[in-house]
């Protein structure tokens, strides 16, 4: 929010006159500092949470693209800014490398790198269904078909097992078998109407494959991946949780344009994440922030 909106909404809220930019430059500042130790205990917490959902995006930042790193739970969120979208940034922000839960994400190379956590897919986000509807619409391959069905089939057993029963962990081994021969099958058969490209002579490099090829691929090597939420109740189908935390940022992004300063994006980043935590955890934004400045913030609930 512009400082001159900030202005107009303390005048409204309190009834005085409003500070002045200087004073709100200088309180942004002194809310940064403030809160470097709750931004560790929120890493803290994700590290050592069951699942974790994760997810980035690109940001302004003084005309060059740069990348917040969204790591979350349903009462944590950190946002993570750094000038790189691999590993380097997730190395350097810290909470990866000592996560040891199931990492909910849409497939991204930096985060394949992790083998100290197990690994989850989201079916959506990972573009699984999209990509499936692709092939069955345009190129007519009914296998895609078949398996949009089937990972849709799993969607629904495993709500209908909740339902039945609330400490159930995964569906019955019967119905695991069933599904995993299913899949195999579609996989199969999926190779089939997808060959592999013909070799090429006198060009360097594997040829390219075509879409269908690379998705059927992906999904065979990634099938335990992809099923895991079948195996695990704790694992939602999607990866919403991640989706929905960074769509602040995009709004962000799409109301103000840019940040004209990477410091300007560190503190946004910071103090955001300890909004939304506050929020997620029910408590009260305002005395939340009231507190950092008698250094007495919101100490966020956090696993173990």
């Given at each position: 929010?512009?400082?001159?909106?900030?202005?107009?909404?303390?005048?409204?809220?309190?009834?005085?006159?409003?500070?002045?930019?200087?004073?709100?430059?200088?309180?942004?500042?002194?809310?940064?500092?403030?809160?470097?130790?709750?931004?560790?205990?929120?890493?803290?917490?994700?590290?050592?949470?069951?699942?974790?959902?994760?997810?980035?995006?690109?940001?302004?930042?003084?005309?060059?693209?740069?990348?917040?790193?969204?790591?979350?739970?349903?009462?944590?969120?950190?946002?993570?800014?750094?000038?790189?979208?691999?590993?380097?940034?997730?190395?350097?922000?810290?909470?990866?490398?000592?996560?040891?839960?199931?990492?909910?994400?849409?497939?991204?190379?930096?985060?394949?790198?992790?083998?100290?956590?197990?690994?989850?897919?989201?079916?959506?986000?990972?573009?699984?269904?999209?990509?499936?509807?692709?092939?069955?619409?345009?190129?007519?391959?009914?296998?895609?078909?078949?398996?949009?069905k089937l990972l849709l089939r799993i969607e629904r057993s495993v709500g209908e097992a909740q339902a039945k029963d609330p400490w159930a962990r995964s569906l019955s081994s019967e119905e695991l078998k069933e599904h995993e021969r299913s899949y195999r099958r579609l996989i199969k058969s999926g190779l089939q109407a997808n060959p592999p490209p013909?070799?090429?002579?006198?060009?360097?490099?594997?040829?390219?494959?075509?879409?269908?090829?690379?998705?059927?691929?992906?999904?065979?090597?990634?099938?335990?991946?992809?099923?895991?939420?079948?195996?695990?109740?704790?694992?939602?189908?999607?990866?919403?949780?991640?989706?929905?935390?960074?769509?602040?940022?995009?709004?962000?992004?799409?109301?103000?344009?840019?940040?004209?300063?990477?410091?300007?994006?560190?503190?946004?980043?910071?103090?955001?994440?300890?909004?939304?935590?506050?929020?997620?955890?029910?408590?009260?934004?305002?005395?939340?922030?009231?507190?950092?400045?008698?250094?007495?913030?919101?100490?966020?609930?956090?696993?173990?």
């Open positions: 929010m512009p400082y001159d909106r900030t202005r107009e909404l303390l005048i409204d809220l309190f009834g005085r006159p409003a500070p002045g930019v200087g004073t709100l430059h200088s309180a942004l500042g002194a809310g940064f500092e403030g809160l470097a130790g709750v931004e560790e205990r929120i890493k803290e917490g994700l590290r050592h949470s069951e699942v974790g959902h994760l997810d980035e995006t690109g940001l302004r930042v003084s005309e060059r693209r740069m990348w917040v790193h969204v790591a979350c739970t349903a009462t944590l969120r950190h946002y993570g800014l750094h000038s790189k979208r691999g590993s380097e940034a997730t190395e350097e922000i810290g909470i990866l490398p000592s996560f040891g839960g199931v990492a909910m994400h849409d497939g991204w190379a930096a985060y394949r790198n992790y083998e100290g956590c197990s690994h989850a897919l989201c079916q959506r986000s990972c573009h699984h269904l999209r990509e499936l509807t692709f092939l069955e619409e345009e190129h007519k391959q009914r296998w895609a078909g078949e398996m949009k013909a070799e090429r002579r006198g060009k360097r490099g594997p040829p390219k494959q075509s879409k269908g090829r690379n998705l059927v691929e992906r999904l065979g090597k990634d099938r335990e991946w992809v099923l895991r939420f079948m195996h695990d109740f704790r694992l939602p189908f999607d990866n919403n949780q991640a989706e929905r935390d960074v769509r602040m940022i995009k709004v962000k992004q799409k109301i103000s344009g840019s940040f004209r300063t990477e410091r300007g994006a560190e503190r946004f980043c910071r103090i955001r994440s300890y909004i939304s935590t506050v929020r997620k955890q029910g408590g009260n934004v305002l005395g939340a922030l009231e507190g950092v400045f008698k250094a007495k913030p919101f100490i966020p609930a956090i696993p173990g």
